[in-house]
């Protein structure tokens, strides 16, 4: 059974960790992937997790669990991850030279799965978390993908990119690439 957000659920920064975390209940906390230089400074307030929180949370789930490709406790890392970065991240520029251009133009979405494709031909599978006419903020799925020879992103790792350089869509009945997570 997934976790369901309840009223009790709130966000903090653990310093000493480094972290933002979610306070579950009293013995339960979850770390997310997010370290100070990389949140808003609001982040770094407790602040209860929020109905729009919990919202953002299901839709996510639901993305995630139509595609089947995940165990459920990477599931709900997965999405207590992508609502903290849709939440707290500061913004960023756009870093597209490490992906090659898609062949067309797609119609790029938020909650959406799809494939980067670095210029050494890794393909790194995405979840979309915020997009605008230009550019998307994806949050990488994968264990790892080397982006280039001295570069690397991790799993729940953050990028934006243009548009132009989503390669496809990942489809329901796609395995991950690479090492394996599920």
């Not at 949140?39 to 602040?47: E, G």
């Not at 913004?91 to 067309?104: H, R």
């Not at 979840?127 to 264990?143: I, N, P, R, S």
């Amino acid at each position: 059974m997934l976790m369901q957000p309840r009223q009790g659920w709130r966000w903090y920064f653990d310093e000493s960790a480094d972290r933002l975390c979610v306070a579950l209940d009293d013995d339960m906390h979850f770390k997310t992937h997010f370290r100070r230089k990389q949140l808003c400074p609001v982040a770094l307030q407790s602040q209860p997790f929020s109905t729009d929180d919990a919202k953002e949370y299901h839709q996510i789930l639901e993305v995630l669990l139509a595609y089947r490709l995940l165990p459920q406790p990477l599931l709900v890392q997965c999405a207590l991850n992508a609502v903290a970065a849709k939440r707290f991240l500061l913004p960023t520029m756009p870093k597209s030279w490490f992906f090659t251009p898609g062949a067309a133009l797609l119609n790029v979405h938020n909650d959406l799965l799809v494939e980067l494709q670095c210029l050494s031909g890794a393909v790194g599978q995405f979840l979309v978390l915020e997009t605008t006419e230009q550019a998307c903020l994806c949050m990488l799925l994968d264990d790892s993908i080397a982006l280039s020879d001295s570069k690397s992103m991790q799993m729940f790792d953050c990028i934006k990119v243009m548009n132009d350089r989503v390669v496809g869509y990942v489809s329901t009945s796609q395995s991950f690439t690479g090492s394996q997570i599920a």
